[in-house]
């Protein structure tokens, strides 16, 4: 059934471009209405491009074969992580972009508005956390109890950086009781730094701790758990994308193929050690079995409420420790697509 806004526009309809938004309009599916916003269509119009920067779920969706069925024409770019990741959208070369839960509230900060798409966590992050600390050789550190005094390595726009303020809460500090060296966390920087002893501690992904420990083990280095949850991913988008009817319908489809890529994943282990770290990241097989282990069984929330009230706990304990100014998670969120990923995955 049209709605009244529908039979206004659809009168007001002059050239081909407002048509084609009418249209858009009249086909989207009410359950992506979301207050204050207009809804977001089911079509995606011919000739919609969207440049993502998500390398993994592009290779999930080449080695699926579901690339071909994307209802839109992907240009990918080989970009990850936080800070190049904003800069990409600064310079208007990146629609979206694969992160955890702190570039959204960092890139927010700095006036870029953005908005969170997509969720995604581990069923079991305790027992398989992307991170652990990475302790220098003999800095003789046991547990994050013994973090007092000591030099942390700290990337203040990136999850990494959130992690240590999350663990030092944990511990019962703040930043005001440990020496935070500020660095990026891209490639093997974090471990340089723990093995050159410039740093006590530093959170390391999984992929580095067993090179860390091979290499430096014999001198004492080590890595201990934290116990905390660092299992976020979000799909975020430039507002401005969003307030494209076109592009929003492209985000909508992006959305569904990265679920379906992410569940393709966890069943296809051999595949995808094979096809992404073996071929594409140059690890070894072992490694890559270790990896898509670790990483166990994904889980995508259709109800965003525990999301954001994780995301505003975030928030919150970083304007406390930064000095940023509060934000309100909800707002970083558009819950258009909350339902988006997991009615994707009912459908297969």
């Given at each position: 059934m049209i709605s009244p806004i529908h039979i206004r526009i659809l009168a007001s309809v002059t050239t081909g471009a407002c048509a084609t938004i009418a249209i858009m309009l009249m086909c989207a599916s009410p359950a992506n209405a979301q207050s204050g916003h207009a809804p977001i269509a089911d079509t995606v119009p011919a000739g919609t491009t969207l440049t993502i920067g998500d390398p993994k779920t592009q290779r999930a969706l080449e080695l699926s074969g579901e690339v071909k069925n994307l209802p839109f024409t992907p240009r990918w770019v080989n970009i990850s992580g936080g800070p190049r990741t904003t800069e990409a959208f600064r310079a208007n070369a990146l629609d979206i972009g694969a992160v955890a839960d702190i570039p959204p509230i960092h890139a927010t900060w700095t006036g870029l508005p953005v908005q969170i798409i997509a969720a995604a966590f581990r069923k079991a992050p305790l027992e398989h956390p992307i991170y652990k600390l990475g302790i220098a050789?003999?800095?003789?550190?046991?547990?994050i109890a013994d973090l007092k005094d000591r030099k942390i390595a700290f990337s203040p726009g990136q999850a990494q950086g959130a992690l240590v303020l999350r663990i030092l809460q944990s511990a019962g500090l703040t930043k005001d009781d440990v020496t935070l060296v500020e660095m990026p966390s891209t490639g093997d920087v974090y471990v340089s730094a723990l093995a050159s002893k410039l740093v006590d501690a530093a959170p390391i992904a999984e992929a580095n701790q067993p090179r860390y420990l091979a290499n430096y083990g014999s001198s004492g280095a080590r890595v201990i758990s934290h116990g905390l949850r660092d299992d976020a991913w979000h799909l975020y988008t430039l507002q401005a994308v969003l307030d494209d009817p076109a592009k929003a319908a492209a985000a909508r489809a992006y959305v569904k193929a990265?679920?379906?890529?992410?569940?393709?994943i966890y069943e296809h282990p051999k595949e995808w050690v094979e096809g992404y770290y073996v071929q594409d990241q140059g690890l070894k097989t072992s490694d890559g079995e270790y990896l898509a282990q670790s990483a166990g069984e994904p889980d995508i929330p259709a109800d965003w409420t525990d999301v954001i009230a994780r995301q505003q706990a975030t928030i919150d304990l970083l304007a406390t420790e930064t000095g940023n100014q509060r934000l309100d998670a909800a707002k970083l969120?558009?819950?258009r697509f909350e339902k988006v990923a997991i009615q994707a995955l009912n459908e297969q």
């Open positions: 050789p003999g800095a003789n550190i046991e547990s990265w679920a379906k890529a992410t569940r393709w969120f558009d819950r």
